[in-house]
DNA sequence: TATTGTTATACTCTATAACTATA
DNA sequence: TATAGTTATAGAGTATAACAATA
């Protein structure tokens, strides 16, 4: 018989969900960041790039604030430094001249797009250990957890 | 059929295991945070004490540096602040005097137990909304990948 | 008067460097 | 001279608060 049956007794902290989610999420970020660096990118930068990608192109910088869960005063200097790389655009919205408008650039999806297939390589070599099986079935529960908390799923 | 048959080539980098783990452990890690908070502990320290529980329960600051993945100066501060309250003592090896062996009190066990049970509870809300299996699959997952990456296991 | 973006400032976390004691 | 721990200092990242322009 196996010594393990439902949850184990003996399971410390470390084998809690939360637990290992925090320790392997400051792995991953820092993996990546690394890998992104030569880009002159951090990973926040990155998340305002993705969340301008998806559905509508644009959006206020109030807005990017909220989704990104970031004060307005952050998202100011990640646009600064976005702007600076060409990646982004500022544009006073006509119709209330206190708005920016944030769009993407053709070099910001190019440089987004470089990130994901860094992303995309970091993952093949991140989950080799993982049998196929596994590795779809960590998909699944991820997408599921991030929806529910909230994050960007697409 | 299904619109998506293995990797969706429309997924952004939202849908990479990296930047879900990145910031899906932000979200874990910040909800953890709050829950142990009226414990006087940050999650650091809880990493520091399951270090200490987990087979021998002691060793030298150094030691605890390595293990942790931080630096020997800000295990100095860790556990200047789990003796202040009682978690851990600090005890000179007899064979090296410059060796501080660090050991949990019982104390220090109580207020483990009560943050592994935390953890547990934070389990349950967090991971709800996924299947029995799912549940277990995502466990599974994260335990290869833990280990894979040198973190605690147990 | 309220809101958007900006700037100035402060706080948290963690690392690096200098120092003390022991070896 | 080298090492364990400590203290002092500095840097990165992000928040809060004060401010300017527009509504």
């Known amino acids: 018989m196996d010594e393990v049956k439902g949850s184990n007794g003996d399971a410390g902290i470390p084998s809690t ?8 999420g400051t792995v991953a970020a820092d993996r990546f960041a690394a ?3 030569p880009l002159d990118l951090k990973p926040k930068h990155v998340g305002l790039m993705a969340s301008l990608a ?3 192109a644009s959006a206020s910088q109030q807005e990017l604030a ?5 004060v307005p005063s952050l998202v100011v200097s990640l646009a600064d430094h976005l702007e600076r790389l060409g990646a982004v ?3 006073r919205d006509p119709g209330d001249r206190r708005r920016q408008i944030l769009t993407l650039t053709e070099h910001g999806r190019a440089l987004l797009a470089q990130c994901t297939a860094t992303a995309r390589e970091l993952d093949e070599r991140f989950t080799a250990v ?10 699944e529960a991820l997408a599921i957890l991030a929806a529910e908390a909230g994050l960007p799923t697409k």
Do not use: P, Y
């Open 17 to 24: 969900v939360v637990f290992r989610l925090g320790t392997l």
């Open 35 to 37: 890998a992104i660096e």
């Open 54 to 56: 998806h559905g509508e």
């Open 66 to 70: 909220g989704r990104l869960g970031v």
């Open 89 to 91: 655009q500022r544009v």
């Open 130 to 139: 993982l049998s196929s099986q596994q590795r779809a079935a960590l998909q």
